[in-house]
């Protein structure tokens, strides 16, 4: 692409009148796709033509598999135009707080509650780009908790690290030069050892320098760094500024938003809040790079989709 149409859309009119068919929205997704080229999902031939007799499918001349831009994608089998899909990725990806189900259906015109909160869902798992490069250089970690009380847990939430009635989070900030650069966030079982050594090796490069309060489970990580600070009386944000406005805006908005996270799906709430906290500063941008992990992500069965936990 060049020119106008290799330029990511600035804004809502701009992006109308960009993607305001069908088919721009096909050949957008297909450049998204296959950006060299048609690949044959089947036999990998290159060569192909597009059906008349189908929507934005390919037949392949090699094996005579027909493929859809849409097939294997977050999008397979959706009977949603193209063109609402596109403003559902943009409004999520730009939005600087996001956009519930709810907004959603309200903004497009969904016929049904559920269908919008399906179409957030999928696009949440297109959020994490798995191939993404882990945190390096100096990195704050730490862990909070978020309320959450079953109809089992008792009515007063235990304070301290008991998971009892709580969703356990542990957060980390990459930071360069005292600014905040890319952030992850995990759910986790319990504040012990084991699980805090597999988040943090599963979240940074070797040879990186891990700044964290005296809590014991980050000691003795291999290959890393560790500064372990004493909080004593001083506030925990003045040693750790940047993972506690990590978590403090996470919680802000999840109940701005969602007035409150459910411990359903969380991860991929994680996943959301991370995805636009990393694209801060290119959150146009964001949009083309949701649906380039779109297009590479494949379709999540519907029963995890919709899974629920107490």
């Not at 296959?34 to 290159?46: I, S, T």
């Amino acid at each position: 692409m060049s020119g106008s149409e290799g330029r990511f859309p600035k804004s809502l009119i701009e992006f109308q009148g960009r993607f305001a068919t069908e088919s721009a929205c096909s050949e957008y997704l297909f450049a998204r796709r296959w950006p060299e080229g048609f690949v044959c999902p089947g036999c990998g031939d290159g060569r192909a033509w597009l059906l008349k007799a189908k929507a934005f499918t390919y037949e392949c001349a090699g094996c005579g598999r027909q493929t859809s831009v849409t097939a294997g994608t977050i999008m397979h089998a959706s009977k949603l135009p193209l063109t609402k899909w596109f403003w559902a990725a943009f409004l999520m990806a730009t939005h600087s707080n996001g956009i519930s189900a709810l907004q959603l259906q309200s903004q497009l015109g969904l016929g049904s509650y559920r269908t919008a909160w399906m179409l957030c869902a999928k696009l949440r798992r297109a959020m994490v780009n798995p191939e993404r490069e882990p945190l390096c250089g100096v990195v704050e970690a730490d862990e909070t908790i978020i309320p959450f009380r079953t109809k089992d847990d008792p009515i007063v939430v235990p304070a301290g690290r008991s998971g009892v009635g709580k969703m356990l989070v542990a957060g980390a900030v990459e930071v360069d030069g005292g600014t905040p650069r890319r952030a992850r966030l995990q759910v986790i079982e319990g504040f012990g050892k084991d699980e805090i050594h597999a988040f943090v090796l599963g979240i940074v490069a070797p040879n990186t320098k891990l700044v964290t309060d005296d809590w014991p489970s980050y000691n003795d990580i291999p290959e890393i760094t560790h500064k372990a600070i004493t909080i004593g009386p001083m506030a925990a944000h003045i040693v750790l500024p940047w993972a506690h406005r990590l978590f403090s805006n996470l919680k802000r908005w999840g109940l701005g938003v969602y007035h409150g996270l459910r411990r359903a799906n969380l991860q991929h709430y994680l996943d959301e809040f991370v995805f636009r906290f990393n694209r801060r500063r290119t959150r146009h941008a964001a949009f083309a790079t949701l649906l380039a992990i779109g297009a590479h992500t494949a379709p999540a069965p519907y029963r995890m989709l919709i899974r629920k936990t107490a």
